[in-house]
């Protein structure tokens, strides 16, 4: 079955502290995997995604088959980081997103 | 920046009531799609929507709800005969290819079935 993780409900880090979101999934073929923010009272949007192997706002995130993770890490984490995170599949043989729980990070001054 | 956008950001109605939330997906897009979120849940995918009809729906898209693109630009989502546990945060969202590369989201509107 088809399955994403996110084991903490929330994560509270102080402001230049380094973060690391965890998930972990479920997936019996080439996943495409994606990492989505929710700031308040906005849209989700979309962070990072696995293929591109790129850094936006300072995030990266690995793609680690072996551990079926797909782990969102910054370095600093800043104030305006707090928001919702959620990761998400993506399926190739089905055209739909299947997300985790979500991650609230709170960046404390 | 093209957007996603749905009305109404918010709705209260009656249980039993019918309830149609409305989106305008990009304009070059393909492909769209409901998810919704109850209160302190995941986001869930309901339905996907591609070449004028349904192309996959979870077991939450029973017979009360149905999706339309009426006119080209508008995609429908109609809630027949609401119930309490309808209550939750719709989001349509839109792609151009399926790839999940390119799925943008709506900001949401707020069902709440009193």
């Known amino acids: 079955a088809q399955r994403v993780t996110q084991p903490e409900k929330l994560l509270s880090v102080f402001k230049g502290a380094p973060v690391e979101l965890k998930c972990n999934y479920s997936?019996?073929?080439?996943?495409?995997l994606f990492w989505y923010v929710q700031y308040s009272r906005q849209r989700l949007q979309l962070l990072l995604r696995?293929?591109s192997r790129e850094s936006i706002k300072g995030f990266t995130a690995d793609l680690n088959k072996g551990e079926t993770s797909f782990h969102l890490k910054k370095p600093f984490a800043q104030e305006e980081d707090s928001a919702m995170y959620y990761c998400a599949l993506h399926g190739g043989a089905t055209n739909k997103l299947i997300f985790g729980t979500g991650t609230l990070l709170a960046v404390q001054p | 920046e093209p957007e996603v956008t749905q009305t109404p950001s918010h709705q209260v109605t009656q249980m039993g009531q019918e309830v149609i939330l409305r989106c305008v997906p990009i304009?070059?897009?393909?492909?769209f799609y409901w998810y919704r979120q109850i209160l302190g849940q995941k986001v869930e995918f309901l339905v996907s929507f591609y070449n004028n009809e349904i192309s996959e729906k979870s077991e939450i898209f029973d017979d009360q709800f149905s999706v339309e693109r009426p006119d080209g630009s508008n995609f429908t989502l109609k809630i027949r005969s609401t119930k309490l546990e309808d209550s939750a945060m719709y989001f349509c969202?839109?792609?151009?290819?399926?790839?999940?590369?390119?799925?943008?989201f709506g900001e949401g509107s707020w069902l709440t079935v009193v």
């Open positions: 969202a839109s792609a151009v290819d399926r790839t999940g590369n390119t799925i943008y």
């Open positions: 696995h293929i």
């Open positions: 997936y019996s073929g080439s996943p495409e």
């Open positions: 304009s070059n897009h393909l492909y």
